[in-house]
Protein backbone atom coordinates (compact mmCIF):
# COMPACT_ATOMS: atom_id res chain seq x y z
CA UNK A 1 0.00 0.00 0.00
CA UNK A 2 1.40 3.84 -1.13
CA UNK A 3 1.79 6.17 1.58
CA UNK A 4 -1.12 9.10 0.94
CA UNK A 5 -3.25 6.89 -0.86
CA UNK A 6 -6.02 4.94 1.38
CA UNK A 7 -6.67 1.81 0.25
CA UNK A 8 -10.47 0.84 -0.61
CA UNK A 9 -11.59 -3.09 -0.74
CA UNK A 10 -14.79 -2.68 -2.74
CA UNK A 11 -14.41 -1.22 -6.01
CA UNK A 12 -17.80 0.59 -5.89
CA UNK A 13 -16.24 2.81 -3.11
CA UNK A 14 -13.70 4.21 -5.31
CA UNK A 15 -16.66 4.96 -7.88
CA UNK A 16 -18.69 6.04 -5.77
CA UNK A 17 -15.70 8.80 -4.45
CA UNK A 18 -14.84 9.26 -7.67
CA UNK A 19 -18.50 10.37 -8.38
CA UNK A 20 -19.14 12.59 -5.36
CA UNK A 21 -15.35 14.41 -6.72
CA UNK A 22 -16.98 14.84 -10.33
CA UNK A 23 -20.38 16.11 -8.64
CA UNK A 24 -18.84 18.50 -6.19
CA UNK A 25 -15.99 19.99 -8.83
CA UNK A 26 -19.00 20.00 -11.57
CA UNK A 27 -21.37 21.81 -8.72
CA UNK A 28 -18.23 24.45 -8.10
CA UNK A 29 -17.88 25.14 -11.85
CA UNK A 30 -21.19 25.96 -11.94
CA UNK A 31 -21.33 28.08 -8.94
CA UNK A 32 -18.18 29.98 -10.03
CA UNK A 33 -19.76 30.32 -13.84
CA UNK A 34 -22.94 31.83 -12.36
CA UNK A 35 -20.98 34.30 -9.61
CA UNK A 36 -19.68 35.45 -12.95
CA UNK A 37 -22.69 35.72 -14.87
CA UNK A 38 -23.71 38.04 -11.98
CA UNK A 39 -21.21 39.78 -11.63
CA UNK A 40 -20.72 40.50 -15.07
CA UNK A 41 -24.57 41.73 -15.15
CA UNK A 42 -24.28 43.90 -11.85
CA UNK A 43 -21.17 45.81 -13.21
CA UNK A 44 -23.61 46.42 -16.62
CA UNK A 45 -26.00 47.54 -15.19
CA UNK A 46 -25.06 49.09 -11.87
CA UNK A 47 -25.39 52.81 -12.86
CA UNK A 48 -29.14 52.07 -14.02
CA UNK A 49 -30.05 50.30 -11.04
CA UNK A 50 -28.78 52.68 -8.92
CA UNK A 51 -30.48 55.39 -10.87
CA UNK A 52 -33.68 56.45 -8.70
CA UNK A 53 -35.31 57.30 -12.29
CA UNK A 54 -35.14 53.29 -13.03
CA UNK A 55 -37.56 52.84 -10.19
CA UNK A 56 -39.47 55.74 -10.86
CA UNK A 57 -39.84 55.27 -14.49
CA UNK A 58 -41.31 51.72 -14.31
CA UNK A 59 -43.73 52.97 -11.56
CA UNK A 60 -44.90 55.86 -13.20
CA UNK A 61 -46.28 53.13 -16.26
CA UNK A 62 -47.52 50.93 -13.89
CA UNK A 63 -49.75 53.94 -12.35
CA UNK A 64 -50.16 55.72 -15.93
CA UNK A 65 -51.76 52.30 -16.70
CA UNK A 66 -53.65 51.44 -13.87
CA UNK A 67 -54.90 54.63 -14.14
CA UNK A 68 -56.07 54.75 -17.57
CA UNK A 69 -57.77 51.71 -17.22
CA UNK A 70 -60.19 53.11 -14.82
CA UNK A 71 -61.42 55.46 -17.56
CA UNK A 72 -63.91 54.84 -20.39
CA UNK A 73 -62.54 52.81 -23.19
CA UNK A 74 -63.50 55.77 -25.64
CA UNK A 75 -62.07 58.16 -23.33
CA UNK A 76 -58.57 55.52 -23.41
CA UNK A 77 -59.16 55.60 -27.32
CA UNK A 78 -59.08 59.46 -27.40
CA UNK A 79 -56.40 60.00 -25.06
CA UNK A 80 -54.11 57.17 -27.38
CA UNK A 81 -55.04 58.62 -30.66
CA UNK A 82 -54.11 62.03 -29.51
CA UNK A 83 -50.87 61.48 -27.00
CA UNK A 84 -49.38 58.81 -28.37
CA UNK A 85 -50.44 58.67 -32.29
CA UNK A 86 -49.94 62.92 -32.39
CA UNK A 87 -53.19 62.75 -34.23
CA UNK A 88 -55.22 66.22 -34.65
CA UNK A 89 -58.55 66.73 -32.97
CA UNK A 90 -60.22 67.00 -36.24
CA UNK A 91 -58.72 63.40 -37.42
CA UNK A 92 -59.53 61.95 -34.38
CA UNK A 93 -63.12 62.90 -35.23
CA UNK A 94 -63.49 62.10 -37.92
CA UNK A 95 -62.06 58.49 -37.06
CA UNK A 96 -64.57 58.14 -34.63
CA UNK A 97 -67.63 59.77 -36.37
CA UNK A 98 -67.55 62.31 -33.56
CA UNK A 99 -67.56 66.12 -33.37
CA UNK A 100 -64.08 67.91 -32.55
CA UNK A 101 -65.69 69.05 -29.65
CA UNK A 102 -66.27 65.57 -28.07
CA UNK A 103 -62.76 65.05 -28.53
CA UNK A 104 -61.49 68.35 -27.06
CA UNK A 105 -64.06 67.19 -23.77
CA UNK A 106 -62.66 63.68 -23.72
CA UNK A 107 -58.79 64.91 -23.57
CA UNK A 108 -59.81 67.23 -21.17
CA UNK A 109 -61.60 64.63 -19.09
CA UNK A 110 -58.55 62.33 -19.69
CA UNK A 111 -56.25 64.85 -17.99
CA UNK A 112 -58.34 66.20 -15.10
CA UNK A 113 -58.85 62.17 -13.50
CA UNK A 114 -54.68 61.63 -14.57
CA UNK A 115 -53.85 64.82 -12.85
CA UNK A 116 -56.17 63.78 -9.96
CA UNK A 117 -54.86 59.52 -9.88
CA UNK A 118 -51.24 60.74 -10.52
CA UNK A 119 -50.58 64.36 -8.53
CA UNK A 120 -47.28 63.04 -7.37
CA UNK A 121 -46.40 62.14 -10.37
CA UNK A 122 -47.57 65.13 -12.51
CA UNK A 123 -44.65 67.43 -12.82
CA UNK A 124 -42.77 64.16 -14.82
CA UNK A 125 -45.39 62.99 -16.44
CA UNK A 126 -46.64 66.08 -18.58
CA UNK A 127 -42.67 66.29 -19.05
CA UNK A 128 -43.08 62.63 -20.70
CA UNK A 129 -46.47 63.59 -22.13
CA UNK A 130 -46.52 66.72 -23.30
CA UNK A 131 -42.34 67.35 -24.45
CA UNK A 132 -43.73 70.01 -26.68
CA UNK A 133 -44.36 72.99 -23.44
CA UNK A 134 -40.81 71.95 -22.19
Known amino acids: MGVGKPHLADPR ?3 QITIVKNKSLN ?5 TLKNRIIRQLAERYEETFDDPDFYLEGELVQRLTEALRKMPPEFRQTFRMHR ?3 MTHKEIAVR ?4 PQTVNYRIGQTVRLLREEL ?3 WPLLVLL ?6
Not at 27 to 31: C, E, I, N
Not at 129 to 134: A, H, V, Y
Open 13 to 15: DAA
Open 27 to 31: SASRD
Open 84 to 86: LEG
Open 96 to 99: LNVS
Open 119 to 121: SDY
Open 129 to 134: LWPDLS
